[in-house]
Structure formats: structure tokens, C-alpha cells
């Protein structure tokens, strides 16, 4: 059977395509692109002339069984998105799971990810992190899921609609308070790549006076929640401790 290769390609600068995706795109029978007409430019760019096939969200189910059948065959088969790294936050999912279930060779070719690139520049905590993808585009489910995440420790990371930047900005500010670090990465490996910590209110305050900051791609991430410091409040596993006596009373 064929391998079924995920490969990344660039968020923007073309020169972070690897040598070794380009081998790739050359030597496949078939590349399943998000969207073929975007993709075509990549391709052509760089001189590939591989067969280029559609594979975006809504016939990835039905396109799986096609594929599978190609790599069954012997044929080797390359996934791509628009931009950066297939599934993350784009198509793919259904097929991958679908061609690994049928046991065939699944390997990532990785590169560009919009989210890597922006936490390894931000200079916020990276030892652990949530990405959280896209907010709700409506404002209440937006606000629902920023209180349930208010108190997440771990750094978190959103991808955002340019035009959605400000009004998350603001519940960002609004929820978890003016002080919080953040750091807005937009427009990564361009001509206009910005990256801009501050505190959220800070950084809301800045995007609003400044239209050009509203457009393009960006992340955005926030620092973790941070317990208040308050001395005489009794740690987590204090009470933990003292629950846990407390149960073995009479
Ligand atoms: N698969 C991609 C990746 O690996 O990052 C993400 C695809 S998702 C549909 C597109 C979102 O990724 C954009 O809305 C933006 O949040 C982020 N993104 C992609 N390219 C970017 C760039 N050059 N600079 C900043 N953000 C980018």
C-alpha cells in the first residue's frame, strides 16, 4: 500500500516550505489539497506539476473512501491545506483517522503552524499551553467559553478573524481583567508581521487606534490565570488535606 504523507506548507513567506515537502509534492501520485485553486500557485511556484485534488470539510468523508482506494492500490497520496499544518484548524481529520483505521502509513512532514510560530517568539510561558483554536463568533457564546476558561493556568492561544480582533480584545479585557499579559501576533512571515505584548488592555487600546492592526491573520495569547497572592488564604492542597480529615471525622 501507498504512505499518506500531512504536509506543512508556508503561512506566508514561501521560503519556509522544506526541502523535504518539496520531494514530497514532487513524488506523490496525487496531492489532496483544502482548495486547489489556491494551492495550484504554491505548486506552480515551485515548478510541481503532481495531480491536485480537492479535500475540504464538506465531501472529506465521502473523498476518504477515494483516497483510501488510491493508497490501497499502491498510490502515495500527500495532504496540504491553504496554509501552515493540515488539521489545525483546517481539513484533514476525517481522512487521517480514516486511512490510519484502514492501517495504512500515516507521516507528517512537519513545518510552518501559525500557533508554534507565534508562542516560540512571544516570550509568555510555552512550558504548557492551551490552543483553543477560534472563539464563538457570536459575542455571548464568545463570553461564555472566556469565563469558562478564565481561570486556566496554562498560556492559551487563539486563532482570530481579522475582523472579530477587537470585540474579542474587549471581553478578553472585560472578563479577565486589563492587567492580564498578551502578546497579538499578526501577519506572521509577511511583509507586515507584527507581534506586539502587552497587557490586554493595553493591547485592546492599541488595536483600536490603529485600523492597519486590524487586518490580516493573527494569534493572539494570553498568560495563564494567576492566583491572586493572598497570605493567609490556605493553599489548594492545604485543602485538600484538611477535606480529605475532615471526611474521616465521626
Ligand atoms: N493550519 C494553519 C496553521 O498551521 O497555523 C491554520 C489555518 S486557520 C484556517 C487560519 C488561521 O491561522 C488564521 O485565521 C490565523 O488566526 C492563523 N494564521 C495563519 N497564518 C497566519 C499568519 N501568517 N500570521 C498570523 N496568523 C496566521
Redesign the pocket.
Known amino acids: 500500500a501507498g504512505t499518506l504523507y500531512v504536509v506543512?506548507t508556508p503561512?506566508?513567506n514561501l521560503e519556509d516550505i522544506s526541502a523535504r515537502a518539496l520531494r514530497i509534492l514532487r513524488d506523490v501520485a496525487l496531492i489532496a489539497a483544502e482548495d486547489t485553486r489556491h494551492s495550484i500557485r504554491l505548486l506552480q511556484h515551485f515548478g510541481i506539476t503532481t495531480p491536485l485534488t480537492a479535500c475540504h470539510d464538506h465531501n472529506e468523508r465521502d473523498e476518504s473512501a477515494r483516497f483510501l482506494a488510491r493508497l490501497q492500490a499502491g498510490d502515495d497520496v500527500a495532504l496540504i491545506?491553504d496554509?501552515?499544518?493540515?488539521l489545525?484548524?483546517?481539513p484533514g481529520f476525517n481522512l487521517v483517522r480514516h486511512v490510519r483505521t484502514a492501517g495504512i502509513t500515516v507521516v507528517p512532514v512537519p513545518g510552518?503552524?501559525?500557533?508554534v510560530a507565534?508562542l516560540s517568539a512571544a516570550g509568555l510561558p510555552c512550558d504548557r499551553f492551551v490552543f483553543e483554536g477560534f472563539l464563538p463568533a457570536k459575542a455571548v457564546a464568545r463570553q461564555t467559553r472566556l469565563e469558562q476558561l478564565k481561570e486556566e493556568v496554562r498560556t492559551l492561544i487563539f486563532?482570530?478573524?481579522p475582523h472579530r480582533l477587537l470585540d474579542c480584545l474587549s471581553d478578553l479585557e472585560k472578563l479577565w481583567g486589563h492587567e492580564r499579559p498578551a502578546l497579538l501576533?499578526?501577519?506572521?512571515?509577511?511583509t507586515f508581521e507584527t507581534l506586539k505584548g502587552a497587557p490586554l488592555g493595553e493591547l485592546r487600546a492599541w488595536v483600536a487606534a490603529d485600523r492597519n492592526q486590524q487586518r490580516g491573520?493573527?494569534?493572539l495569547l494570553v498568560s495563564g490565570w494567576q492566583a491572586p497572592e493572598d497570605e493567609d488564604a490556605l493553599d489548594a492542597r492545604t485543602l485538600k488535606v484538611l477535606d480529605l480529615l475532615l471526611s474521616e471525622l465521626p
Open positions: 506543512a503561512i506566508g491545506s496554509a501552515g499544518t493540515p489545525i484548524s483546517d510552518a503552524c501559525a500557533l507565534a486563532y482570530e478573524a501576533a499578526r501577519e506572521l512571515t509577511k491573520e493573527c494569534v
